[in-house]
């Protein structure tokens, strides 16, 4: 049997939220939800770790001949991120401290392959107060 190709950016975007959920576990997070939605976006991965409420975005390229998938978190894409968390946590009534990673996962062309990399910056924006 042959590799498998990625359909998709949609399907290779998908893959790498896996990726970096099995990265996470292994480092001992808790994943506590995987693509929540909210009227203000989505939420890649929340995480619980040490107390905290780990707000994860997840960022797949096949390359970085372009950008890192850290320049591509805006401003606006944090407000909306911060806006979708809040949101999340007032469901819960969850009073934990949060913050907010990025993770970026460096793909190959095959989705049966290990990612190339993967890169976790930690405490990219941790005002999340009201």
């Not at 890649?44 to 372009?66: M, N, P, Q």
């Not at 401290?97 to 993770?103: L, N």
Request: aromatic share 10%; charged share 30%.
């Amino acid at each position: 049997m042959g590799k498998i190709l990625f359909k998709n950016s949609g399907e290779r975007g998908r893959w790498g939220e896996q990726e970096a959920a099995k990265f996470l576990r292994k480092k001992g997070w808790t994943l506590l939800a995987a693509g929540y939605r909210t009227r203000h976006g989505e939420l890649d991965l929340i995480c619980e770790h040490r107390g905290t409420v780990i707000i994860v975005e997840v960022k797949t390229r096949s390359a970085y001949d372009f950008a890192r998938g850290i320049d591509a978190v805006s401003p606006h894409k944090i407000n909306r991120m911060k806006a979708a968390a809040l949101a999340y946590l007032a469901s819960r009534s969850d009073d934990r401290p949060v913050r907010f990673d990025v993770i970026e996962v460096l793909a190959g062309d095959y989705r049966d392959e290990p990612p190339k990399e993967i890169t976790h910056h930690e405490n990219v924006y941790t005002d999340f107060g009201a």
